[in-house]
């Protein structure tokens, strides 16, 4: 399994910080490119420097771990008690230094095209779309973006792992907005808030409903729906302007719906190219091998017959050990070589989110310090970057 620093050159530390300051940096390392642990360091050999820093607010924190270059920990601790102060106000004067020499960038210009959308996909099951999804999703709304996460799958497991109720099958729902089937209540009135962590305020699921399952024949012979590619976009449409980003989590399908979807992730008319796209998680073996080569199949068949450009933003290579031995490192080898798209991370075989599963909880939430969080981070850095 892989590690977030090798352990000959970093070790972990944990600190007390109150949440706004935990917050505010990891919005700001991610607006700026870098990662936390980085900009950690970074601001403690900055202030071990500094002759005085302000003190800092540390009133109510909660626990934060990070990873130090071997060495540092101590110097910090000898310099606090130097200053008479507290190891957790050392760090917060360090991170709040990082972060006054490090101002937020120039906002963007605005938007002309609604949201960016993020579709995760691939036809075969159990590689984790699910929570590779979820975990991006809330490493976007943590990172201050207002994210909407759409569970798009019939099935529902990402709204039952997140430990809330599938939309009743009577009930308006996605599918039923794709076909015209109603019109006397809004699609937002079925976003629910998700909460916990540092995402909370910033982060909304739009429920699955069963009644997807019945999605692919509806979009083939409905009349109302007159270019079935666009069936998506036209029921999504309403709620782009509210979000900066809508995260997808697409069925284990090659059908309609998922010609939808990725329809719905081409780069529009005046959008930057990259700016949405398809997310493919992927094992490390041959079987998602075979299954991408079926899913850039409908891809291509999709971007000749609409004359439109869809963005292969990068695998992710999900569920990783190495000790699995030789098909999964050498797997793991072959989709690295690919080069274009390329792979945004590697997430290791863990008990973090498999808990997480389980007591129905997001996983930055549960563990939002655990390697695979750090990794989901990664992905939203790489693909809002």
Known sequence: MTAPYDPSDRQKVVAKLPSELRKELKVRAAEVDTDIQDAVTAGIEAWRRAKSRPAVDTGGGSSFATYLPVGLYDKLKRDCKARGITYNQGIAQSIRLWLDEHPSPRPRPARVTGARRIIFGNQK???GKTSVSAGVAQALAESGHRTLLIDFDPQGHLTKQLGHPLIGIDSPSLAKHMLGEVKERELAELLVPIRGGDFEDH??????CKDAFLLDAKLATSRVVRIKETALEKALEPLEHDF???????PPSLGYSMDTAIYYCRTREGEEAGSSGIVIPVLSEDSSADAYDMLEEQIQDLVDDMD???TQLGFVVNMYDSRKGYVATSSLTEWQKLGEPPVLA???ELKDQREAVRLKAPLLAHSPNCEQAKEMRTIARRISG
Not at 244 to 250: G, Q
Request: hydrophobic letters at 65%; aromatic letters at 10%; glycine letters at 10%.
């Open 346 to 348: 590697v997430v290791p």
């Open 244 to 250: 900066d980003f809508i995260v997808v989590d697409c």
């Open 125 to 127: 099951g159990g590689v």
């Open 203 to 208: 982060l909304w699921l739009l429920p699955a």
């Open 308 to 310: 439109v450009d869809v």
